[in-house]
């Protein structure tokens, strides 16, 4: 087991709790988040779509520790081993996961706008699904009713995307930005800046596909 990793998940706690940040993007067109809002001024209402790691919630505690729980018996591969992401979905995010400021930020003003909020995200569903998941953002992010969340199971998310007629679509990764622009080039794909402390070693290039980069958005 990676104990080192775990004995670092307090320090992590704290240390997102106090709040980070990244340098500035070599590429892209940053953007503030009155100026994004400014922008939605006067259009009607629509779908947006969200990212969940890294975009919407701080889940670095929660995979470190299922990380940790599972090393001795998948070999690292737990992205694609199912117990893994249970254990995250139906347990873990509800212990340590937590919502970025930026999110709440985003969430509350898409919901002030009427739009609709739906979550993309690579993560594996639970077997045997449930819908904690859905019930947990609801209930961070104040919404109403419990939100569709699409699993694309490490796969590709251009399909999910493109399934629910996003206007907008915000994601962390170069994928979330990639997969936009790959279910339709009219789709608003904004880059959320994701925070230092993320366990996450798929490394962002902020700008790499001349996205608008939400200003302040690793918090």
Same mark, same amino acid.
């Given at each position: 087991?990676?104990?080192? /990793?775990?004995?670092?998940?307090?320090?992590?706690?704290?240390?997102?709790?106090?709040?980070?940040? !990244?340098?500035?993007?070599?590429?892209?067109? !940053?953007?503030? +988040?009155? @100026?994004?809002?400014?922008?939605?001024?006067?259009?009607?209402?629509?779908? !947006? !779509?969200?990212?969940?790691?890294?975009?919407?919630?701080?889940?670095?505690?929660?995979?470190?520790?299922?990380?940790?729980?599972?090393?001795? $018996?998948?070999?690292?591969?737990?992205?694609? *081993?199912?117990?893994?992401?249970?254990?995250?979905?139906?347990?873990?995010?509800?212990?340590?996961?937590? =919502?970025?400021?930026?999110?709440?930020?985003?969430? @509350?003003?898409?919901?002030?706008?009427?739009?609709?909020?739906?979550?993309?995200?690579?993560?594996? =569903?639970?077997?045997?699904?449930?819908?904690?998941?859905?019930?947990?953002?609801?209930? +961070?992010?104040?919404?109403?009713?419990? %939100? $569709?969340?699409?699993?694309?199971?490490?796969? %590709?998310?251009?399909?999910?995307? /493109?399934?629910?007629?996003?206007?907008?679509?915000?994601?962390? @990764?170069?994928?979330?930005?990639?997969?936009?622009?790959?279910? *339709?080039?009219?789709?608003?794909?904004?880059?959320? +800046?994701?925070?230092?402390?993320?366990?996450?070693?798929?490394? %962002?290039?902020?700008?790499?596909?001349?996205?608008?980069?939400?200003?302040?958005?690793?918090?």
């Amino acid at each position: 087991m990676n104990w080192a /990793r775990l004995l670092l998940a307090p320090a992590l706690a704290a240390s997102i709790g106090a709040g980070g940040s !990244v340098s500035a993007p070599r590429h892209g067109r !940053v953007v503030s +988040l009155a @100026a994004l809002e400014r922008s939605l001024a006067g259009h009607r209402a629509c779908t !947006v !779509v969200f990212d969940i790691d890294d975009t919407s919630l701080y889940s670095t505690i929660a995979f470190v520790y299922a990380q940790g729980y599972l090393e001795e $018996t998948d070999h690292g591969a737990y992205r694609t *081993d199912p117990r893994f992401w249970t254990l995250i979905n139906d347990s873990l995010d509800q212990r340590f996961s937590r =919502p970025k400021e930026i999110a709440r930020a985003l969430i @509350a003003f898409h919901q002030q706008r009427g739009d609709t909020i739906a979550f993309v995200t690579a993560r594996f =569903p639970s077997a045997p699904a449930t819908d904690r998941t859905s019930r947990l953002l609801m209930r +961070l992010f104040g919404l109403a009713t419990p %939100p $569709t969340v699409i699993f694309t199971s490490q796969l %590709p998310k251009t399909a999910a995307i /493109r399934e629910l007629h996003p206007a907008l679509s915000y994601g962390d @990764a170069d994928g979330d930005i990639a997969d936009t622009h790959a279910a *339709d080039p009219r789709i608003r794909a904004i880059r959320i +800046l994701r925070t230092p402390h993320s366990s996450n070693d798929r490394m %962002p290039d902020p700008g790499k596909f001349d996205e608008e980069i939400l200003a302040g958005s690793a918090d």
